[in-house]
């Protein structure tokens, strides 16, 4: 499997649980590697709103209303919460849940060899 | 936005426990503090009215490594706050609940507990620390004992109030305070507080946090028009008054509707010896977080412009949930001599530092 960008191995396979994450520094840069439990994601962690570390957030899930009444709590731990203001981002695409399309955070793509987690920048 | 030398002007130290003022109370009040407690005039002894948008309204990465409540480390708002950035001063509003106390004689005593501490543990530990003299604002003349006790150390540098007072805070019973204030020669600060006996409101009760919060911005405008239709800024020419965290966009549309009515009506308040704008804009003094966001970013150097240069003093609100970057809450280019004002000049001269 190939990715764009230069190869960065963040952690070892095992390192990061299902649902666990790890802050690393890249090149000066702070990016947040969260582990989905079907494979790894990578976000800056910089929150494109004000700045705050974005990836020390709480991690929790969407609730959809189909009708008045009726709820679904789906994705469990794959919206994350910035810990200042708020904002909630999708884990998977790095768009913000209330401005998909206009706020986002920088999302980098992550393969694995077998034995090491991989983020390409 | 780059920012040289900054002053914050709203920076929250947090009492973690009770205990912590036993040191700074008489027997009596220990006594009090143990064997009664807090009574607040508040339902809510222990929580707001409303549920936060964050535990403790605190940034979630602001609760102190070592424990405690966030704002109640020094080492730690040295850490994200004041060498983070290049903070020359901050400003520290403690919202410990002394003003709320139904028994006025133990909130006094509260009050004067917390400024005594907040001298121990604060202004004395870290010269970039000001702070604001706490006051059992709803029996005024207590408070006026207490601005001139604390008002003794240089360290302060306003007195607190909050917005939701039992009555509006240009009224006589409210004189005092201003009086001892201007003879301190300290501004007078209105910081927001949802925990105080009123609804933010003028019509009542909201349902949710979001009307309490957005709801603010019109509770600061009510104890604006009240402070100078009812002559405040005519009796005590000196006092200035700072608002905190009730926003600023309110303040041009504010200015035009008290000149136009002040126009029509002026009869009413003959007494006033000029334009309601020229108190608001002489006389009043505007932190900025929360900042406001326009839809389109651009637009907020000209609402600046509109308020008024000299009005908007910079502010963080470390450690709550809403803080404000110094570095990113402006989401435009700022020209750099109004930049300068709002993040360091303004303040300067308000609270007479050495520029």
């Known amino acids: ?121 | 936005m780059q920012t040289g030398g900054l002053i914050d002007c709203d920076v929250h130290n947090a009492v973690s426990a009770d205990a912590e003022l036993l040191p700074y109370l008489s027997a009596r009040w220990r006594r009090h503090m143990e064997l009664v407690g807090s009574r607040t005039f508040s339902p809510f002894t222990k929580g707001y009215a409303y549920p936060k948008a964050a535990r403790f309204a605190s940034r979630r990465d602001a609760w102190p490594p070592g424990g405690g409540l966030p704002g109640s480390d020094l080492e730690f708002m040295r850490v994200q706050l004041l060498d983070a950035y290049p903070v020359e001063r901050a400003v520290l509003n403690c919202l410990f609940r002394a003003p709320e106390q139904r028994h006025d004689a133990y909130g006094a005593a509260l009050a004067a507990a917390v400024n005594d501490w907040q001298v121990e543990h604060w202004l004395e530990r870290d010269d970039r620390l000001r702070a604001s003299v706490t006051v059992p604002f709803e029996f005024p003349d207590l408070a006026a004992s207490e601005i001139d006790r604390a008002s003794a150390h240089p360290g302060f540098v306003q007195v607190l109030l909050y917005p939701r007072t039992m009555a509006p805070l240009g009224g006589r019973r409210y004189w005092p305070i201003y009086e001892a204030a201007c003879r301190a020669g300290l501004p007078v600060a209105v910081h927001a507080a949802s925990t105080t006996a009123g609804p933010t409101t003028a019509t009542g009760w909201p349902s949710y946090y979001i009307e309490d919060h957005t709801g603010l911005a019109v509770a600061f405008q009510a104890q604006v028009i009240s402070l100078i239709f009812n002559g405040v800024f005519d009796r005590f020419p000196e006092l200035r008054v700072v608002l905190s965290e009730g926003g600023f966009a309110w303040v041009p549309a504010l200015a035009h509707r008290l000149d136009a009515l002040h126009a029509r009506l002026g009869e009413e308040v003959p007494d006033l010896r000029h334009a309601p704008s020229h108190y608001l804009r002489t006389h009043i003094r505007i932190t900025t977080q929360p900042m406001e966001e326009p839809e389109r970013p651009g637009d907020l150097v000209p609402l600046i412009r509109e308020v008024g240069a000299d009005l908007l003093m910079f502010s963080t609100d470390y450690p709550h949930w809403d803080f404000d970057d110094p570095y990113r809450a402006f989401r435009t280019r700022v020209p750099a001599d109004l930049h300068q004002r709002i993040m360091h000049d303004n303040a300067c001269a308000t609270y007479r530092f050495a520029a």
């Open chain 1, 1 to 121: 499997m190939t990715a764009p960008g230069r190869a960065v191995v963040v952690a070892v396979v095992g390192e990061i649980p299902a649902g666990g994450r790890k802050i690393v520094d890249i090149d000066g840069r702070s990016v947040g590697v969260f582990n989905l439990g079907d494979g790894f994601v990578a976000l800056r962690n910089t929150c494109p709103h004000e700045g705050a570390p974005l990836c020390e957030g709480v991690l929790s899930g969407a609730l959809t209303s189909p009708t008045p009444g009726v709820y679904h709590y789906e994705r469990r731990g794959e919206i994350l919460r910035c810990p200042w203001h708020q904002w909630e981002f999708d884990l998977r695409t790095g768009r913000s849940w209330v401005d998909p399309d206009r706020v986002r955070v920088r999302h980098y793509p992550v393969t694995s060899d077998g034995r090491h987690v991989i983020v390409h920048v």
